[in-house]
C-alpha cells in the first residue's frame, strides 16, 4: 500500500479511509484529489506531501 506523507506536519494520507471531512471518499487515490485539496491537519498544499512505499 502507498500512503502520502506531509512533509510540513507528518500526517500521512491513507487512500483506503480517505479524507471524508473535507469530501475525500474512502477508496480515493492520492492522485485523484482535487489540486486544491489541503492537508487536514495544518493546510498544506497537495504538493507538500510526498509518497511513501
Known sequence: MT???CRVCGY???PETGD?????????A???I???WV???CGA???KFI???
Not at 20 to 28: L, S, V
Request: with cysteine; aromatic share 14%; charged share 40%.
Open 3 to 5: 500512503y502520502w506523507k
Open 12 to 14: 500521512v494520507y491513507n
Open 20 to 28: 471524508e471531512k473535507n469530501g475525500i471518499k474512502p477508496g480515493t
Open 30 to 32: 492520492f492522485e485523484d
Open 34 to 36: 482535487p489540486e486544491d
Open 39 to 41: 492537508c487536514p491537519k
Open 45 to 47: 498544499s497537495k504538493s
Open 51 to 53: 509518497k511513501v512505499d
